[in-house]
């Protein structure tokens, strides 16, 4: 790094088919990590995948629920047969 334009070792990105210094057994073991850095990565998608999906699921079931009690609240039918009923008693 002491020239201009040339790249330190750190940034620098090799193949390990082709770089000539590693042994079998540093490819391998680079492999294992790059799959299992990549495994990590799928799991943090899909936990957030799955929060999200289950965040759209309990807001519908919510929805649903509130929706429910609302309509069965305004109903009167109910209300309008006691009525009636207790009329037919008071003429009796």
Request: aromatic share 10%.
């Amino acid at each position: 790094p002491g020239e201009p334009g040339e790249t330190a070792a750190f940034a620098r990105r090799i193949d390990p088919a082709r770089e000539p210094g590693l042994s079998p057994e540093q490819r391998r073991f680079m492999a294992q990590v790059e799959y299992a850095q990549r495994q990590r990565a799928l799991q943090r998608r899909l936990r957030s995948r799955n929060v999200l999906l289950a965040l759209g699921i309990g807001a519908v079931t919510f929805g649903i629920y509130g929706y429910t009690f609302y309509s069965v609240s305004q109903e009167r039918f109910l209300d309008e047969l006691e009525q009636e009923a207790e009329a037919a008693r008071a003429r009796a």
